[in-house]
Each structure stands twice: as C-alpha cells, then as structure tokens.
C-alpha cells in the first residue's frame, strides 16, 4: 500500500504536513482494520486529504509522543488537531466530523 | 397541664428524632452541589435555572429537591428551535435523480479540488483553496447525516459507501459512486424512509408544551402560581419574605399560625395519649387495620415468588458461566456474560423480594394487637410503624420499577441459551423453571396494584394527602394554560416575590411536551424547589418546648409541654463544595430569642423570654430564660414537629 508506514518514513509524513494544501489523517493499525476502511472513505469524500497508515507507531512518536492513539488529524499545518482511540477511529462519522472540524480551522 | 416523666421525655425525643432525621437530612442536603445538566435527555432539550438577586445563574435539577433563594427567579429555559426539532432532509432526497445528480456534483467537485494546482508560497490562493476544501468536508458531514436520517447509519452506512454492500472489495476510497449505485438498486427503500423522516420533522413540529408552577405549603395546601406568558392567571402581589425575619408576610403568618396550632396540638396529644389512651388507639384502629391486610396480602406474594427461586443453584450456574465467557468461540462469551448479567439482576431482585418479606411480617406482627402496645412506640418506635411500612412502601415501589424489566431479561436469557452447550443449558432452564415464570408473571401483574395500594394507604396514614390535592389541583387547571408550540417557546420564569410564599414551601415547575399529531409525550419533567433563603437570615418559627424551672417547687421543675415563638437567624451556604460548607448546611445552625408561655407556677397565663439556639432547622432546639410569673430562670428543649405533628393534628387526635 502507497501510503503505510513503513516502508514509507516519518519524512514523508512529515513533507505532506509541511504542505499547506493539504489536511492529513493517520490510521495507527492494520490494513484490514475497520478503522483503515473509515480513513480510505473520508479520502473518498474529502478533498485535500492525505491519510496514512501507520504499522510501526514510533515513526509517529514525533507528534503523539508515549500517547497510543488509533487516528491522528491534522489540519493545514503540522500541529495535531484531535486523536481518536479506536472505536472513535471505527467510526466514520467520527472520524469524517474530526477531518472537518480540523479543516475549518 | 399534666407532667411527662423525663426518661419518657428523652425517649419520645429520641425517636421523634429517629423519625424526623431522615428527612430533614434530605431536606439540607438539597444545599449540597449539584451537576449542571440540561433536563430532557431525548425529549424536549431545556435547563431550569434559579437566577438570584444578584443575577447569578444556578442550575436545579428534575431529580432533586433544590434549596432556592426566595428573592430568585426560577426560570425554564430553551434552545433554539433548530436544535429541538430535527432538521428536514434536503430536498436532493425528494427522487432518485435529483440524489444520482448530487451525488455527481459532489464527486465532480472533489476531483476539481484535487487537481487544483496551487503555489503553496501564494497565501490568497491556498486560502481559497482550504476553504473551498472545507466546505466540501462540510458537505461530506451533511451528507452522512442525510444517509442517517434515510436509515443508512453505523455499520450499514461503511458498507454501502465502501461498496461492501454492492459486493465490491477495494472500492472504499469511490464512496460517491458506490453511493449512487447503491441508491439506485435501493430506491424504493430510501424513499419510504425519506417520506418517514418528513413525517417525523412535521409532527415535531406540532408539539405542544405547557408549563405550570405549584405551590404545596404545609399553612395552605396546594395552589398554582402565575407564570408569565404561560398561563392566564392573574400576576401575584409583590410580598418578598422578609430577610430578616421580623415582618411576616401573609404566607409566613399562615405558616407561624400553623406551627403555633400544631405546637398546641402536640402539647395536646402527649396529654391525649397520656391521659385517653383508649380514645387515641380507637381513632387508629381502621387505618392501621387496612394497612396491616394490605401488608399481609404483600407478604403471601413475597413468599411464593421467594420459594420457587432456586438460589441454591446460582453459584453454580455462575461458575459455569465465569468459565465459559472466557470461551474464544464465537458467540458463546457474549451469551455467558449476558446471561450472567440477567441472572444477576434478576437474583438481586428476588433477594430484595425475599428481604421485604420479613419487614411485610413484622408490619402485620406489629399491627396484630395494636391495642397492647404504646401507642407513641407503635407510631415511632425503632421498629414501629412509621420505620417499617415507610421502608416496605419504598421498598415495593422499588420492586415495582424492577419487576418491569424482567420479562425482557428472561427472554434476553432465553435466546442467549441457544449458544451455550446443552448441560449449562439445562443448569440455567432449571433455575428459570415453568413453575418460577408462573409466579413471576403472576407477581408482575397482581403486584404493581398491592404496593399502590400500600402507598396510598401508608400516604393516607402519613398525611400525604397534599401530594394528591397538589395533582388534582394540577389536572383541573388545564384550561388556564397558554400552551406553545416549539418554535415558538419563550422562558418560563417564575419571580418567587411575587408568589405569596413561605419560608419552607416547596414550589414545582412542570413542564409537559406533548405531540399534538401522535398523542406522545415528548416530555414531562417536574422540578421542585424548596424555598428558604441563602447567606445571612432571619425565620420566625413556633417550636413545641419541654421547659422546666431551674428551681423552686416541684410543679415548676418537672419538664412540661409548652409552646414558644421565636426568631432564629441562620446563616446558610448555597452549594456548598467543601466538607466545612456542607456539614453546616446539613446541621443549619440558628440563634435567636423567644417567647414562652410557662406552666410552673399558679398563673392563668405566665410568660417567659430568653435566647435559643437549634439545630437541622429547628428539628432540636434548647433554650433558656427567665418565667416573668414566678421570676425563675428556666430551660427548654424542643423538636419541630410540624410534619409528625400535623399529621397527628388532622388525622389521629381525639379530643
């Protein structure tokens, strides 16, 4: 998968949060997630979105420190707007309502 | 007037005290702190506030009384209207082109968005660009609760969105046209309830809501108050309770002549009960009579539904189930740990069950022979009748509210047993035998009438009677009320000056929602509110005294039955969030002075004044002074009787 970390890197990630013109989403967990499915959907009906999904947490470590989050939104920049646990992160209302809360700001 | 023996004096106060405590506990710890929340839930959203003198703005409670400063405004508050009704479907929904046409537009624009090229180092146009972005997330969330409002919601909604539900895998990420695809093969459900949601925000929209505000004072029985704007009695005359507590309103001189009558009455009843124990136990005889068949009849139910659970089996069953909700096969831990759940709760209540039937007995027992038994110890006595049936009609009550649910636990249990093998099975069906459903479902409709009925008899013998003229003052007042519907609901404020109160009056604010198209109750929520005042103040009050002289002759130094009128200043803190604060709301100290009129000399009338402090609202005072007939010092000690006494005024004394 293009965007799973790894064997993409903390610098991708970190390239797409330096873009302004794009909002970006992490999925911490595995491909067969519901969770992962949610961050594929709101992909699909947000635009300038960027998500990815994380199999190794410590690649994220930067921005959510010992915290074990299942979603990460960030907005525009690179300050991380809300973490979702898991059932949040399996919801896709949840995780669309954080996406766009995240972009209104 | 006739002497009490001291040691009987303290045992009558000791289980006054016994009786009374209770209730003034509760009554004070309606100071304590309380969670804001805004009443409602999923009916009709509102919060009721008190707004004091000061404009500061306290949250009270539909489940609680709340202590509320006289001088307040108690005000019932709501949203927007936008937020009470739900939102109508957007009009994209009305057929399926209009649906297969947004749906085009929005993944148009969505591929728009992200092929725009934009110069990350031009900040107007990565602006537009977020916004623009922003709006199209906006209109993602609107959608979703588009689909939520046609039944697409949860588990449904990711499966039709990531193709899921069409049978597609790998297609999560074209939610737009699996969407439209979907919509198209489903039309004619999504329609139905598209049609449904409408019916719904229309007759939302008819709901109609009333407020109504009560009076319940023990001086003057129940009677409505004016709201503004909500109904069409006339407004009431400014008469603010004096802060200090010199100037009685008209409200508080009913409320002081009331306690002088039930003082004297008191004083007239131990007499009574000393003097004409005969006449005193006749009066009693039908009431506690009912009270004890009523009792009985409980007690045969209690016993049957006890017999036939078998408890014994129970920590067997749960052994089992402990290890089988470790199971990793499917199914099967959930089934155990929901059984367990309901077998729990049902064991609970049949255990309550099983408790009650010795407090049903012991009533009966104790209303057997009422004639051999004191009649003050058969009244308040440790196990006496206001201790026993008080907890056997709260307790009945309970089970009633329990009893509810069990037919779904059984069932609950019953479709969770097919998962499970076959001996646990027989382990479980064993418990919930044909012969424990019988009689449980027998109890469940013979009980709810019985514990009623003991409600009302106990209610009768406890002078309850208020409550009830209170509802019926409530039904018969429908004609005067301004009803509103929702989108045009303004705040109920009721200004407590102008309400003609006394202190110690409880005031209840109900509000009632009602669907004017399906006849539902949207909403019915009753807030009550006790009125006394917050800070520094002054209570006039009439106590019951035991006062003797100091010294001089023996007919001055025994204890008698006497009355006093005092004024006691207290000091009360609202809300307390401290131990400190609570603890003295709880105790509501006073001080004050008073006078008495004596018997402990030779006089018609002798008059006595002095200082008193009390205690829990002046449930126990003491005193002391100096009788201006014999000119001695003398002491008192006293219990506010009011409720007790009143109750002995209107329904047991004999004179």
């Known amino acids: 998968m293009a965007e799973s970390v790894p064997p993409l890197t903390t610098q991708d990630i970190e390239d797409d949060l330096q873009n302004p013109t794009f909002a970006v989403y992490l999925y911490v967990g595995s491909e067969d997630d519901p969770g992962w499915e949610n961050a594929e959907i709101a992909f699909g009906l947000i635009p300038r979105l960027r998500i990815f999904l994380i199999q190794d947490i410590t690649a994220i470590a930067k921005w959510v420190g010992n915290k074990r989050p299942a979603g990460v939104v960030f907005g525009w920049d690179d300050t991380v707007f809300q973490m979702l646990n898991k059932s949040e992160a399996a919801d896709l209302k949840t995780v669309i309502k954080a996406i766009q809360a995240a972009m209104a700001t | ?655």
């Open chain 2, 1 to 655: 007037m006739r002497a009490i023996q001291p040691t009987k004096l303290l045992a009558f106060l000791a289980m006054i005290l016994v009786a009374a405590g209770c209730a003034t506990a509760k009554r004070r710890a309606a100071m304590q702190p309380s969670v804001p929340n805004v009443g409602g839930g999923a009916g009709l959203p509102h919060q009721m506030v008190e707004v004091d003198r000061n404009g500061n703005r306290f949250t009270n409670q539909p489940t609680r009384v709340e202590a509320v400063d006289a001088h307040s405004r108690l005000i019932i508050e709501f949203p927007k209207r936008a937020e009470i009704a739900p939102a109508p479907l957007s009009q994209d929904w009305k057929d399926l082109q209009g649906v297969i046409e947004m749906l085009n537009q929005r993944a148009a624009a969505y591929r728009a968005l992200n092929e725009r090229k934009v110069d990350p180092r031009d900040p107007q146009a990565v602006k537009q660009l977020q916004k623009d972005a922003s709006d199209a997330a906006a209109n993602a969330v609107s959608l979703l609760d588009d689909l939520e409002k046609v039944g697409v919601s949860g588990d449904k909604l990711t499966a039709v969105l990531s193709g899921r539900a069409l049978g597609l895998t790998n297609q999560a990420r074209q939610p737009y046209l699996n969407l439209a695809v979907w919509a198209t093969n489903n039309w004619d459900q999504l329609r139905k309830q598209a049609e449904a949601h409408q019916k719904l925000v229309e007759s939302t929209s008819k709901v109609t809501v009333t407020v109504q505000a009560l009076r319940e004072s023990l001086s003057g029985g129940p009677s409505l108050l004016h709201i503004d704007d909500w109904d069409t009695r006339p407004e009431g005359a400014f008469s603010p309770i004096d802060r200090t507590g010199l100037r009685p309103t008209d409200a508080e001189q009913k409320r002081l002549d009331m306690e002088r009558s039930a003082a004297e009455s008191v004083a007239q009843l131990i007499n009574s009960v000393q003097t004409n124990q005969d006449g005193f136990r006749a009066a009693f005889q039908t009431k506690l009579a009912e009270l004890k068949a009523e009792a009985g009849r409980i007690q045969l139910q209690f016993e049957d539904l006890a017999k036939n659970w078998r408890s014994e089996l129970l920590p067997t069953v749960l052994t089992n189930l402990d290890s089988l909700a470790a199971s990793t096969t499917p199914g099967v831990s959930d089934a155990a740990l929901s059984i367990k759940t309901n077998l729990l709760a049902i064991g609970g209540i049949v255990q309550m069950i099983t408790n009650d039937v010795a407090a049903a007995e012991g009533l009966v027992n104790l209303l057997a022979n009422p004639q051999n038994v004191n009649p003050l110890d058969l009244l308040l006595g440790n196990n006496g009748v206001t201790t026993t049936a008080e907890k056997l009609a709260t307790d009945a009550q309970t089970i009633v509210q329990q009893i509810q649910t069990l037919p779904q636990r059984i069932q609950s249990i019953a479709t969770s047993l097919q998962a499970l093998a076959p001996e646990v099975r027989e382990r479980v069906t064993q418990m919930l035998s044909d012969e424990f459903k019988n009689t449980l479902t027998e109890f469940s409709q013979k009980f709810p009438a019985d514990a009623q009925s003991l409600a009302t008899i106990w209610g009768i013998v406890q002078s309850s009677i208020g409550s009830a003229a209170a509802g019926e003052v409530l039904a018969a007042a429908d004609t005067k009320l301004i009803p509103h519907t929702i989108d045009n609901l303004v705040p109920a404020a009721l200004d407590l000056k102008k309400s003609g109160l006394a202190l110690g009056d409880l005031v209840t604010m109900k509000l009632r929602a009602t669907n004017a198209i399906t006849g539902e109750l949207v909403e019915s929520d009753s807030y009550q509110n006790e009125i006394g005042f917050m800070g520094l103040h002054g209570k006039p009050a009439i106590h019951l005294i035991f006062a003797r002289s100091l010294s001089g002759p023996h007919t001055a130094t025994e204890w008698k039955a006497n009355v006093a009128a005092a004024v006691e200043w207290h000091y009360t803190i609202r809300r307390p969030e401290d131990s400190f604060g609570k603890t003295w709301n709880w105790l509501y100290p006073g001080a004050g002075i008073h006078l008495a009129s004596l018997d402990q000399g030779s006089d018609s009338f002798e008059l006595g004044a002095g200082g008193n402090v009390s205690l829990w609202d002046g449930l126990l005072t003491g005193g002391v002074g100096y009788n201006f007939s014999i000119k001695r010092e003398y002491v008192w000690v006293g219990v506010n009787l009011l409720n007790l006494l009143n109750t002995a005024k209107s329904q047991f004394i004999t004179k």
